[in-house]
T-cell receptor
Framework: DVKVTQSSRYLVKRTGEKVFLECVQD?????MFWYRQDPGLGLRLIYF???????EKGDIPEGYSVSREKKERFSLILESASTNQTSMYLC?????????????FGPGTRLTVL | QKEVEQNSGPLSVPEGAIASLNCTYS??????FFWYRQYSGKSPELIMS????GDKEDGRFTAQLNKASQYVSLLIRDSQPSDSATYLC???????????FGAGTRLFVKA
């Protein structure tokens, strides 16, 4: 069974804090993704990675950065958290060519920035 | 125009009925299409993928694709209360790396 885990289910941070969201997958998938999900807007891609140390911007990368030092781990960093980054953050992974195969999602992290 | 559009619903159907969920997309050359189900408070899970025109059946689920009309649909036969969830339509963009998700349709199946 593919398992994607995220470091926290709920997180509360203050404006200006640096925030780290961790994602780990145990199926040796090449591709990993970070999305945020907001009511009425659906899933929006922040960043993705198709290999270790490789990263590509998604649709809404501003205010975020990522790190992939090991194949199984993909981190999302909010350099200086702002209230408009309050959201549900979902990590996903997939094998092979990105998008042709099923994406497996983690349980999500609900981040609140005060 | 959004890249992937779905009616937000809610769509309400009685138990045992057919639920029909629809999705349109703007990228004419998209090749891969997916339906994900997301229960409240949970993360999405894939239920169907379809790559060529026509119908694809898997149990109670049928995905339909019409590339000429840029239209994808999901039919759920013999709907059950456990099918109550948000259904996300997803389309792989022409670049091949990004999957674009619709905002989802909320389905309620009344017992």
């Amino acid at each position: 069974d593919v398992k994607v885990t995220q470091s926290s289910r709920y997180l509360v941070k203050r404006t200006g804090e640096k925030v780290f969201l961790e994602c780990v997958q145990d199926m040796d998938h090449e591709n990993m993704f970070w999305y945020r999900q907001d009511p009425g807007l659906g899933l929006r891609l922040i960043y993705f990675s198709y290999d270790v140390k490789m990263k590509e911007k998604g649709d809404i990368p501003e205010g975020y950065s990522v790190s992939r030092e090991k194949k199984e781990r993909f981190s999302l960093i909010l350099e200086s958290a702002s209230t408009n980054q309050t959201s549900m953050y979902l990590c996903a992974s997939s094998p092979g060519l990105a998008g042709l195969n099923e994406q497996f999602f983690g349980p999500g992290t609900r981040l609140t920035v005060l | 125009q959004k890249e992937v559009e779905q009616n937000s619903g809610p769509l309400s159907v009685p138990e045992g009925a057919i639920a029909s969920l629809n999705c349109t997309y703007s990228d004419r050359v998209s090749q891969s299409f997916f339906w994900y189900r997301q229960y409240s408070g949970k993360s999405p899970e894939l239920i169907m993928s379809i790559y060529s025109n026509g119908d694809k059946e898997d149990g109670r689920f049928t995905a339909q694709l019409n590339k000429a009309s840029q239209y994808v649909s999901l039919l759920i036969r013999d709907s059950q209360p456990s099918d109550s969830a948000t259904y996300l339509c997803a389309v792989l963009n022409t670049g091949g790396f990004k999957t674009i998700f619709g905002a989802g349709t909320r389905l309620f199946v009344k017992a």
